[in-house]
């Protein structure tokens, strides 16, 4: 009964400080579970079909230059969605090795080439054609069929 006397502006804090606690929590959890090596749990090592680009003069080389699509993942360390997507990234690079080019992209270490390509939200995904003519850019999570089958449909 307390709580519905209370001021409009009481209550407001009172959620917004659940909902501040919630949401700290969810991403701690989902940090902790990116910690997590899957492959320290099978014992098994594989080597990781995805590459990474860090800066504008491996551009040119890995992507402009390139003679297969390059599908360019935007994502940040700390995003959960991009923590979420990156398995379904590792997967397509295996499944599409020699007809797509997987290639992540950290946007706090390529300032330059998310400024480049547009990014302001993450995860983004941009195909960019063979010989850099040409984008297709897709953002947030995707499951793995999802992504399949935008990759499909973008590089025909």
């Given at each position: ?22 949401t ?61 997507l ?69 590089i025909?």
């Open positions: 009964m307390e709580f519905l006397l209370m001021s409009t502006v009481a209550k407001l804090f009172i959620v917004g400080a659940i909902a501040l606690v919630v700290f929590g969810l991403y701690r959890a989902s940090r902790n579970l990116g910690d997590i090596n899957p492959m320290s749990l099978t014992g098994a090592a594989a080597a990781s079909e995805v590459g990474h680009l860090t800066d504008a003069s491996d551009h040119k080389a890995e992507v402009e230059d390139s003679t297969i699509p390059v599908l360019l993942d935007f994502h940040a360390t700390w995003c959960p969605p991009c923590q979420m990156s398995p379904h990234i590792e997967e397509v690079a295996k499944q599409y090795k020699g007809k797509v080019k997987v290639l992540k992209v950290d946007v706090d270490q390529a300032k330059k080439l998310a400024a480049k390509y547009g990014v302001n939200r993450m995860p983004t995904l941009i195909i960019v054609l063979p010989g850099g003519k040409g984008q297709i850019k897709e953002i947030g999570y995707k499951d793995l069929s999802e992504l399949k089958n935008w990759i499909d449909k973008s025909k």
